[in-house]
Protein backbone atom coordinates (compact mmCIF):
# COMPACT_ATOMS: atom_id res chain seq x y z
CA UNK A 1 0.00 0.00 0.00
CA UNK A 2 1.00 3.50 -1.04
CA UNK A 3 0.93 6.65 1.52
CA UNK A 4 0.46 10.46 0.65
CA UNK A 5 2.27 13.01 2.05
CA UNK A 6 -0.24 14.85 3.28
CA UNK A 7 -2.79 14.14 5.78
CA UNK A 8 -4.35 15.11 9.68
CA UNK A 9 -4.77 13.36 12.33
CA UNK A 10 -6.11 14.59 15.96
CA UNK A 11 -6.90 13.27 19.08
CA UNK A 12 -8.53 15.11 22.03
CA UNK A 13 -8.70 13.07 26.23
CA UNK A 14 -10.29 14.06 28.94
CA UNK A 15 -8.44 11.59 31.46
CA UNK A 16 -8.30 12.41 35.06
CA UNK A 17 -9.20 15.81 35.37
CA UNK A 18 -6.35 16.59 32.49
CA UNK A 19 -7.24 17.28 29.26
CA UNK A 20 -4.47 16.32 26.30
CA UNK A 21 -4.64 18.02 22.83
CA UNK A 22 -3.06 16.31 19.67
CA UNK A 23 -2.92 17.65 16.39
CA UNK A 24 -0.33 16.23 13.74
CA UNK A 25 -0.72 17.96 10.07
CA UNK A 26 1.85 16.25 7.22
CA UNK A 27 2.77 17.65 3.67
CA UNK A 28 5.48 16.34 1.42
CA UNK A 29 8.97 16.97 1.88
CA UNK A 30 12.40 15.38 0.49
CA UNK A 31 13.39 13.73 4.42
CA UNK A 32 11.63 12.79 7.19
CA UNK A 33 11.45 16.33 9.49
CA UNK A 34 9.63 16.30 12.75
CA UNK A 35 8.83 19.97 14.33
CA UNK A 36 7.04 19.84 17.91
CA UNK A 37 5.06 22.57 19.50
CA UNK A 38 4.51 21.62 23.16
CA UNK A 39 4.04 22.79 26.86
CA UNK A 40 7.45 22.72 28.55
CA UNK A 41 6.71 20.21 30.89
CA UNK A 42 6.59 17.55 28.16
CA UNK A 43 9.86 18.60 26.50
CA UNK A 44 11.42 15.33 28.69
CA UNK A 45 9.33 13.18 26.48
CA UNK A 46 10.42 14.89 22.95
CA UNK A 47 12.63 11.58 21.72
CA UNK A 48 10.13 8.95 22.71
CA UNK A 49 7.15 10.85 20.08
CA UNK A 50 10.20 11.33 17.53
CA UNK A 51 10.54 7.57 17.86
CA UNK A 52 6.61 7.07 17.58
CA UNK A 53 6.42 9.15 14.77
CA UNK A 54 9.09 7.44 12.26
CA UNK A 55 7.58 4.28 13.44
CA UNK A 56 4.25 5.59 11.20
CA UNK A 57 6.69 8.17 8.79
CA UNK A 58 9.69 7.27 6.60
CA UNK A 59 9.19 10.70 4.53
CA UNK A 60 7.71 14.13 4.84
CA UNK A 61 7.60 17.29 7.20
CA UNK A 62 5.45 16.71 10.10
CA UNK A 63 4.07 19.20 12.53
CA UNK A 64 3.00 18.52 16.01
CA UNK A 65 1.04 20.63 18.59
CA UNK A 66 0.13 19.12 21.78
CA UNK A 67 -1.75 21.28 24.65
CA UNK A 68 -3.03 20.55 27.71
CA UNK A 69 -4.76 21.67 30.80
CA UNK A 70 -5.58 20.51 34.26
CA UNK A 71 -8.81 20.74 35.92
CA UNK A 72 -7.36 19.04 39.47
CA UNK A 73 -7.37 21.09 42.29
CA UNK A 74 -4.12 18.93 43.20
CA UNK A 75 -1.88 20.31 40.29
CA UNK A 76 -2.04 23.91 41.29
CA UNK A 77 -1.38 26.21 43.89
CA UNK A 78 -1.68 29.63 44.18
CA UNK A 79 0.07 31.87 46.56
CA UNK A 80 -0.02 35.79 47.63
CA UNK A 81 3.00 37.82 46.23
CA UNK A 82 3.32 39.52 49.66
CA UNK A 83 6.55 41.51 48.94
CA UNK A 84 4.59 43.04 45.75
CA UNK A 85 1.36 43.51 47.83
CA UNK A 86 3.49 45.52 50.55
CA UNK A 87 4.79 47.44 47.45
CA UNK A 88 1.67 47.84 46.26
CA UNK A 89 0.17 49.62 49.41
CA UNK A 90 2.56 51.75 49.67
CA UNK A 91 1.84 53.16 46.38
CA UNK A 92 -1.59 53.70 47.70
CA UNK A 93 -0.91 54.95 50.56
CA UNK A 94 1.13 57.55 48.81
CA UNK A 95 -1.52 58.43 46.77
CA UNK A 96 -4.36 59.28 49.12
CA UNK A 97 -1.46 61.48 51.28
CA UNK A 98 -1.44 63.51 47.52
CA UNK A 99 -4.24 63.32 46.25
CA UNK A 100 -7.01 63.42 49.20
CA UNK A 101 -9.56 64.30 46.85
CA UNK A 102 -9.88 61.22 44.95
CA UNK A 103 -12.56 58.69 46.35
CA UNK A 104 -11.22 55.79 48.19
CA UNK A 105 -13.17 52.45 47.00
CA UNK A 106 -10.22 50.06 47.05
CA UNK A 107 -11.21 46.96 47.83
CA UNK A 108 -9.86 43.44 48.37
CA UNK A 109 -11.35 42.12 45.24
CA UNK A 110 -9.47 44.60 43.33
CA UNK A 111 -6.17 44.48 45.12
CA UNK A 112 -6.09 41.01 44.31
CA UNK A 113 -6.82 41.60 40.44
CA UNK A 114 -3.30 43.62 40.43
CA UNK A 115 -0.75 42.38 38.07
CA UNK A 116 1.33 39.80 39.99
CA UNK A 117 -0.71 40.16 43.16
CA UNK A 118 -1.32 36.30 43.21
CA UNK A 119 1.18 33.73 41.61
CA UNK A 120 -0.44 30.46 39.97
CA UNK A 121 2.32 27.64 40.71
CA UNK A 122 1.62 24.48 38.66
CA UNK A 123 2.91 21.21 41.29
CA UNK A 124 4.61 18.74 39.71
CA UNK A 125 2.97 16.53 37.84
CA UNK A 126 3.26 12.17 38.31
CA UNK A 127 5.76 11.75 35.38
CA UNK A 128 4.98 8.35 34.73
CA UNK A 129 0.72 8.65 34.42
CA UNK A 130 1.42 11.91 32.46
CA UNK A 131 3.41 10.28 30.37
CA UNK A 132 1.73 7.33 29.59
CA UNK A 133 -1.72 9.18 29.04
CA UNK A 134 0.30 11.71 26.46
CA UNK A 135 2.07 9.39 24.60
CA UNK A 136 -1.71 6.98 24.43
CA UNK A 137 -2.95 10.56 22.64
CA UNK A 138 -0.06 10.80 20.41
CA UNK A 139 -0.27 7.39 19.41
CA UNK A 140 -4.18 7.50 18.23
CA UNK A 141 -3.32 11.01 16.62
CA UNK A 142 -0.61 9.32 14.28
CA UNK A 143 -3.18 6.46 13.59
CA UNK A 144 -5.88 8.65 12.47
CA UNK A 145 -3.13 10.62 10.34
CA UNK A 146 -1.87 7.27 9.33
CA UNK A 147 -5.17 6.05 8.27
CA UNK A 148 -5.98 9.43 5.91
CA UNK A 149 -2.41 9.08 4.57
CA UNK A 150 -3.10 5.79 3.10
CA UNK A 151 -6.42 6.32 1.68
CA UNK A 152 -5.22 9.43 0.18
CA UNK A 153 -2.20 7.06 -1.04
CA UNK A 154 -4.57 4.81 -2.81
CA UNK A 155 -6.41 7.40 -4.55
CA UNK A 156 -2.99 8.79 -5.75
CA UNK A 157 -2.53 5.42 -7.23
CA UNK A 158 -6.21 4.69 -8.71
CA UNK A 159 -5.21 8.05 -10.36
CA UNK A 160 -2.15 7.16 -11.50
CA UNK A 161 -2.68 3.85 -13.00
CA UNK A 162 -5.71 5.47 -14.82
CA UNK A 163 -2.67 7.78 -16.58
CA UNK A 164 -0.61 5.33 -17.11
CA UNK A 165 -3.65 3.39 -19.60
CA UNK A 166 -3.39 6.35 -21.26
CA UNK A 167 0.36 6.72 -21.83
CA UNK A 168 0.37 2.61 -22.97
CA UNK A 169 -2.42 3.50 -25.60
CA UNK A 170 -0.62 6.69 -26.71
CA UNK A 171 2.74 4.35 -26.89
CA UNK A 172 0.84 1.75 -28.97
CA UNK A 173 -0.13 4.65 -31.73
CA UNK A 174 3.02 5.59 -32.17
CA UNK A 175 4.75 2.23 -32.80
CA UNK A 176 2.16 1.81 -35.28
CA UNK A 177 2.64 5.50 -37.10
CA UNK A 178 6.64 4.31 -37.20
CA UNK A 179 6.16 0.94 -38.64
CA UNK A 180 5.67 2.42 -42.20
CA UNK A 181 7.74 5.60 -41.59
CA UNK A 182 10.98 4.38 -43.89
CA UNK A 183 8.46 3.12 -46.48
CA UNK A 184 6.47 6.05 -46.84
CA UNK A 185 9.38 8.12 -46.90
CA UNK A 186 11.04 5.86 -49.77
CA UNK A 187 7.65 6.36 -51.90
CA UNK A 188 7.76 10.01 -51.36
CA UNK A 189 11.45 10.80 -51.79
CA UNK A 190 11.14 8.26 -55.61
CA UNK A 191 7.95 10.39 -56.13
CA UNK A 192 9.57 13.88 -55.32
CA UNK A 193 12.96 12.87 -57.48
CA UNK A 194 10.95 11.77 -60.41
CA UNK A 195 9.41 15.02 -61.07
CA UNK A 196 12.20 16.16 -61.81
CA UNK A 197 14.49 14.05 -63.19
CA UNK A 198 14.44 10.57 -64.86
CA UNK A 199 14.80 7.94 -62.07
CA UNK A 200 16.98 6.09 -64.73
CA UNK A 201 19.25 8.62 -64.73
CA UNK A 202 19.63 8.34 -60.98
CA UNK A 203 22.22 6.90 -59.17
CA UNK A 204 20.21 4.67 -57.32
CA UNK A 205 22.64 3.76 -54.26
CA UNK A 206 22.80 7.79 -53.86
CA UNK A 207 18.85 7.48 -52.97
CA UNK A 208 19.51 4.02 -50.90
CA UNK A 209 21.89 6.27 -48.87
CA UNK A 210 19.47 9.35 -48.39
CA UNK A 211 16.97 6.37 -47.46
CA UNK A 212 19.52 4.47 -44.88
CA UNK A 213 20.42 8.05 -42.97
CA UNK A 214 16.71 9.05 -42.43
CA UNK A 215 16.16 5.85 -40.87
CA UNK A 216 18.93 5.97 -38.55
CA UNK A 217 17.70 9.41 -37.74
CA UNK A 218 13.98 8.66 -37.24
CA UNK A 219 14.21 5.31 -35.27
CA UNK A 220 12.81 5.30 -32.15
CA UNK A 221 12.85 1.31 -31.90
CA UNK A 222 15.41 1.01 -28.85
CA UNK A 223 13.53 4.49 -27.22
CA UNK A 224 9.88 2.74 -27.14
CA UNK A 225 11.37 -0.33 -25.84
CA UNK A 226 12.89 1.51 -23.00
CA UNK A 227 9.65 3.45 -22.71
CA UNK A 228 7.51 0.30 -22.11
CA UNK A 229 10.40 -1.09 -20.26
CA UNK A 230 9.91 1.90 -17.68
CA UNK A 231 6.08 2.08 -17.73
CA UNK A 232 6.55 -2.04 -16.60
CA UNK A 233 8.85 -1.33 -13.75
CA UNK A 234 6.94 2.39 -12.98
CA UNK A 235 3.48 -0.35 -12.44
CA UNK A 236 5.19 -3.07 -10.50
CA UNK A 237 6.94 -0.48 -7.99
CA UNK A 238 3.37 1.03 -7.86
CA UNK A 239 1.63 -2.57 -7.11
CA UNK A 240 4.49 -3.07 -4.17
CA UNK A 241 3.69 -0.01 -2.35
CA UNK A 242 6.08 1.19 0.75
CA UNK A 243 8.36 3.78 0.73
CA UNK A 244 8.35 4.07 -3.06
CA UNK A 245 8.22 7.92 -3.88
CA UNK A 246 11.78 8.38 -4.60
CA UNK A 247 11.78 5.39 -6.88
CA UNK A 248 8.74 6.77 -9.05
CA UNK A 249 10.10 10.18 -8.68
CA UNK A 250 13.28 8.75 -10.69
CA UNK A 251 11.34 6.55 -13.57
CA UNK A 252 9.25 9.64 -14.53
CA UNK A 253 12.19 11.25 -15.08
CA UNK A 254 13.73 8.48 -17.17
CA UNK A 255 9.93 8.04 -18.88
CA UNK A 256 10.30 12.31 -19.52
CA UNK A 257 13.62 11.45 -21.06
CA UNK A 258 13.01 8.86 -23.52
CA UNK A 259 9.49 11.09 -25.35
CA UNK A 260 11.41 14.03 -25.53
CA UNK A 261 14.13 11.75 -27.56
CA UNK A 262 11.23 10.27 -29.21
CA UNK A 263 9.66 14.01 -30.05
CA UNK A 264 13.30 15.31 -31.16
CA UNK A 265 13.57 12.29 -33.57
CA UNK A 266 9.25 12.91 -34.95
CA UNK A 267 9.20 13.10 -38.53
CA UNK A 268 5.45 13.05 -38.72
CA UNK A 269 2.81 15.03 -37.20
CA UNK A 270 0.92 11.93 -35.54
CA UNK A 271 3.76 10.95 -33.80
CA UNK A 272 4.55 14.69 -32.02
CA UNK A 273 1.01 14.87 -31.53
CA UNK A 274 1.27 11.73 -29.50
CA UNK A 275 4.60 13.08 -28.27
CA UNK A 276 2.85 16.36 -26.36
CA UNK A 277 0.07 14.37 -25.10
CA UNK A 278 2.09 11.92 -23.62
CA UNK A 279 4.60 14.84 -21.76
CA UNK A 280 1.19 16.48 -20.65
CA UNK A 281 0.04 12.62 -18.82
CA UNK A 282 3.58 12.39 -17.40
CA UNK A 283 3.67 16.11 -15.90
CA UNK A 284 0.67 14.92 -14.32
CA UNK A 285 2.00 11.78 -13.29
CA UNK A 286 5.05 13.39 -11.62
CA UNK A 287 2.97 16.22 -9.66
CA UNK A 288 1.06 13.72 -8.13
CA UNK A 289 3.98 11.28 -7.79
CA UNK A 290 5.87 14.06 -5.67
CA UNK A 291 3.19 13.48 -2.67
CA UNK A 292 3.87 9.71 -2.11
CA UNK A 293 6.32 8.64 0.38
Known sequence: MIKSMTGYGGCKRIINEREYSVD????????????????????KFENEIKNMVSQYI?????????????????????????????????AISMIRENFSEIQDDFS???????PDALVIETEELDVSTVKSELLDCVEEALQNLDKM??????????DILMRLENIKALVSK??????????????????????YFDLKNIDE???M?????????????????????????????????GSIGKKLDFIVQEMNRETNTIGAKATIFEISQCVVSLKDELEKIREQVQNIE
Do not use: W
Open 24 to 43: IRSVNHRYLEINLKMPKEFI
Open 58 to 90: CRGKVDIYINFKSFSEKDYRIIPNIGIMKQYLE
Open 108 to 114: LSTFIKL
Open 149 to 158: RKTEGENLKK
Open 174 to 195: IEEYSKDLVENYREKLYKRVSE
Open 205 to 207: NRL
Open 209 to 241: LEITLFADKSDITEELVRLKSHISQFTECLEAG
